[in-house]
Structures are given as C-alpha cells and as structure tokens.
C-alpha cells in the first residue's frame, strides 16, 4: 500500500503470547504490507506508570528483539527507540502551545483516572501526573515528527490518532500552511484477544500470560494451569467455551484448530489438549529463543536500534525546523 504507517509499541511488560497475535505479529505484517513503514518502541511513554528504569530497559530490549525475530526488517522499516530521537521531546514542547487544554481533559485516559478518583470520593487529580495529563501530545509528536500518513489503532488508542490530526490542524491554520501532514487512523487488521491462564483477556496485570521468551518447561506449567471445567475424558466439551482451545485456534493453523475441535468434542482428555497446546506455543516460540539465545542478541538489536535512530533523526530535524521557523521565525540549529 502506499505511503507511510505508523505505530508505537509501548514496552511495559515482558512480551508474551498475546502481544504476540495481538501486536507483534500484525505489525510485521503493516510494514510489510505498506510502501513505507515506520516502528518504534515508545519507551517516553511508559514513564507516566513505571518507575523502575532497569524494567523499562529490559523490556524495551526484549520487544525490540520480539519484533526483530517476528520479521521486521531494519533494512525496510525506520525501526528505532523513542527516547534516541530527542526531537520529540523538542516537537513535544512546542506542540503544546496549540493544544487546547479541554482536548487533554476529554482524553479517555485521563478521565478514567479522574472518574476513579471521584468516585472513591478523592480528590480527581490524585496519582495523575503531567505525564499522563500531556500523553496525548507526546504521542501527537511521535506521529507528526515523521509525517505518518496512516497509524493504525484498536478502539483504545483511536481518541489519540484523532487528537494528533486536530493538533497538526490547528498549528496548519494558526500557522498558515501545510506545516504538518495529518495522518488518518487505520482500523487495525489484528488487534485479536486471546484469553489468558484464567480466562480473562491475557495480560500483565492479571498475571495470567505465557511469556514470549519462556522455556518449554515453564510454558509446560503454565499451560497446566489453564482453567478447564471438570468434564473426564470421554465426555464431550465444548471447545468455544475453554480458553485452551481459544489460545490454540489463534495461534495454530486452522487445520490444526479444526482437528483439536473435532477431537474436544469427540471427548479426548483435557491432559491430552493441553499437550497438543504446550507442543503448538513450543513451536510458535522457537524462534523468539533462538534468537534470545544467540550469542551477541543484546548488542545486536542495541546496533539496530541505534543506526535506527540515526536515520529517523534526519527526518525529525527537519520537522522541528520547519515548526522552529514557523512559531519563531528561525530554524533549528
Ligand atoms: N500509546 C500507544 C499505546 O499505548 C503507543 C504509542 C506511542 C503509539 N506512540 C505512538 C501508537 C504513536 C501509535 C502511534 O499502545
């Protein structure tokens, strides 16, 4: 397709399987599927919630690496970590000048945190910092900093796509000129749920998730752990209901998952699917440990990252030049 997408990968929690079929995987296929592409790992946008920087360190490596391994190629994409473009902070600061205020205070985010508060009868702003209160601008930044034309977005982060496009609108018309391209939300084609070890959606704050970088051992006890009903073997159960056949159907081919329906209903022991299941993710995440386990992996995908960097640099300096002359009438040095 033609022209530009983009999309930020927010690293705060070890990869597993459902960033996997729900991020990771569908990303790859956007940068492959567009003229150009653009990725980054948004670790400016963790800083709001996590406070530990070893984690946030660790977790960008291992995203980075997790994209790395699913396929993008550095080569193809403007693959980089948000925080070696220190434009965007530069972008950020002067991008706030044109966002109202009642547009941050509109942003679901934020108001979640406010309504909470509320109603636990504190003070609104307790726990909320500028961070959180300005995300939305810093996000507009990542995406006008490149000139995206298409970022694609699940319903949670579409809010945000729309705020970049009314910034970029408003500095265009105070501005008097095509300063700032205005990109367009994609419904993303991925975006799937896969239910965790305890049948809600899997995630990190449940604690309920299969890691991406697990040994065969460790996903072994995970997968025992699946919450199942009590049929025995020999009774029929119904595969749409358990979570172990949902996590097998999104990550298996649909020969496999058509044959593991079969078999359910035709009453095989939950042992055995479990087995079926463990064996399929020790597939799927071969390569996520190979590449984890190579000799020099950490260096590398830092190699990449950086000269990633590198290259998106050129293109944010010549935004915030542009934006520089605009608002003071010079460019940037
Ligand atoms: N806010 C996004 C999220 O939480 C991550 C992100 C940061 C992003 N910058 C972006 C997504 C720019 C798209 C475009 O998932």
Redesign the pocket.
């Known amino acids: 397709m033609k022209g530009m997408v983009?999309?930020?990968?927010?690293p705060t929690g070890t990869p597993h399987i459902g960033n996997l079929v729900g991020a990771i995987e569908p990303v790859v296929r956007l940068a492959r599927d567009y003229d150009r592409s653009t990725i980054?790992i948004?670790d400016l946008?963790a800083l709001n919630a996590v406070t530990d920087a070893g984690a946030i360190a660790r977790w960008t490596h291992e995203v980075a690496l997790a994209l790395l391994a699913a396929g993008i190629d550095p080569d193809r994409t403007l693959f980089f970590r948000?925080s070696d473009v220190p434009e965007v902070y530069q972008l950020t600061l002067l991008l706030m000048n044109v966002t109202p205020k009642g547009l941050m205070n509109r942003a679901h985010a934020y108001k979640a945190s406010i309504d909470a508060n509320a109603a636990a009868g504190r003070d609104p702003d307790v726990g909320v910092n500028m961070g959180l209160y300005t995300?939305p601008i810093?996000?507009a930044a990542?995406?006008l900093l490149y000139g995206?034309d298409c970022?694609?977005?699940g319903k949670?982060?579409k809010q945000?796509?729309e705020f970049a496009r009314d910034i970029a609108n408003s500095f265009n018309t105070l501005y008097r000129g095509e300063h700032l391209r205005t990109p367009e939300p994609v419904v993303f084609a991925g975006g799937e749920m896969i239910p965790g070890l305890d049948g809600r959606k899997m995630s990190k704050s449940y604690n309920n998730t299969i890691p991406l970088f697990a040994s065969d051992k460790e996903v072994w006890n995970l997968v025992k752990k699946i919450k199942t009903d009590s049929r025995g073997v020999g009774e029929p159960k119904e595969p749409d209901s358990l979570s172990l056949f949902q996590i097998y159907r999104h990550l298996g081919t649909s020969e496999e998952a058509a044959t593991l329906r079969s078999d359910l209903e035709g009453g095989i022991g939950y042992g055995d699917a479990k087995k079926r299941l463990a064996e399929l993710i020790d597939r799927r995440l071969e390569p996520f440990r190979a590449a984890a386990a190579s000799p020099g992996a950490e260096e590398r995908v830092e190699t990449v990252l950086r000269e990633g960097a590198e290259r998106a640099r050129t293109l944010a300096r010549e935004t915030v030049a542009t934006v520089q002359q605009a608002m003071l009438g010079r460019s940037a040095v």
Request: aromatic share 10%.
């Open positions: 983009l999309t930020g990968i927010k980054f948004a946008h948000q995300y810093l996000m990542d995406i995206a970022v694609p977005v949670d982060q945000h796509v």
